[in-house]
């Protein structure tokens, strides 16, 4: 095994739980593979973070199927296109493209009404579609923001090669590198580890955080848990350090971001911090009132 540094045992970081993933249909029918919100994993526990679903599958020419018109309020939605490809677009005009590679932070804050769908030509001849989504919650004081757009198209999210392993930086700084995504602290790492090698990885202890294994798995963390494909494992409190032990081929996601400790209200596409709040937000879009503003779009193809 090869390894990118050394760290002590009392520095590494362990897992407070290793959960199983949950598999259910959305938008206008596809399947995604959600390891959170749920029964095991709390909003307390994963704050800031709302929640994480995992796209896998092949599709027919013709049956590829995204998520419709629908609206959203409080809170952040990160899309990650690994394979297949994607198109955005809202009420307000905003447009965009995420080919394979690309990713999107979109920040909802006081109200979007928006049409994520697959691009029409991967429509028509179908094939493997690989995507993530995140969602990110939006402290109290940046709830009702204005929405922004930030495109990330794949040769302008960093890469670092290591030995034995490379790490995507979708968002966040890692091996001295930075996504041009601005974030607000979350760190967002897809990491490739070929068969055979050990790294580690320092993180900011105080902030919450999980690892989500989607091909292979591997052996991680100071109590060495086994982390197979398509489980989740929350971070613990009792360390810095993250390490990984790869036998075979392992793809992982590592997302760390401090917690806010707020009070959290949600249902539906709504996340604010009180139920009154929430009723709000569904008065606002049955009156047609929930979009404040335009929005501001950034291509981030110049950094």
């Avoid at 973070?49 to 199927?65: C, E, H, N």
């Avoid at 995420?98 to 990713?103: D, H």
């Avoid at 539906?268 to 008065?283: R, S």
Wanted: glycine share 12%; proline share 6%.
């Amino acid at each position: 095994m090869s390894s990118v540094a050394m760290a002590t045992s009392a520095s590494l970081r362990s897992f407070s739980k290793v959960v199983d993933s949950a598999r259910q249909m959305e938008g206008a029918g596809f399947p995604v593979i959600r390891p959170f919100p749920g029964r095991q994993i709390t909003d307390e526990e994963a704050d800031p973070f709302l929640l994480l679903d995992f796209i896998s599958t092949y599709v027919s020419p013709g049956m590829a199927k995204g998520a419709p018109w629908h609206p959203h309020r409080g809170f952040q939605t990160v899309s990650y296109m690994l394979e297949g490809g994607g198109e955005h677009k809202d009420s307000m005009g905003n447009h965009g493209i995420l080919p394979p590679g690309s990713s999107q932070w979109m920040n909802a804050g006081s109200g979007v009404i928006h049409h994520e769908v697959p691009l029409e030509d991967f429509k028509a001849k179908g094939g493997q579609v690989t995507a993530f989504q995140l969602w990110v919650n939006n402290a109290a004081k940046d709830k009702m923001c204005d929405p922004t757009y930030q495109d990330v198209l794949p040769e302008q999210i960093p890469t670092y090669k290591g030995q034995g392993f490379e790490v995507k930086i979708v968002a966040g700084s890692a091996f001295g590198l930075s996504s041009p995504t601005e974030t607000g602290g979350v760190t967002y790492l897809d990491f490739h580890v070929d068969s055979g090698t050990s790294i580690v990885h320092e993180t900011v202890g105080d902030h919450n955080g999980f690892v989500f294994v989607y091909k292979g798995e591997g052996v991680f963390g100071a109590k060495e848990q086994v982390i197979r494909e398509t489980q989740c494992g929350l971070l613990a409190h009792d360390g810095v350090t993250l390490s990984a032990s790869c036998e075979g081929e392992c793809h992982f996601l590592l997302v760390t971001g401090k917690p806010l400790n707020e009070p959290i209200a949600r249902r539906g596409p709504f996340v604010m911090n009180t139920m009154e709040e929430i009723y709000e937000a569904y008065q606002d879009y049955q009156a047609g009132t929930l979009v404040k503003s335009k929005g501001t779009f950034t291509l981030r193809d110049d950094l």
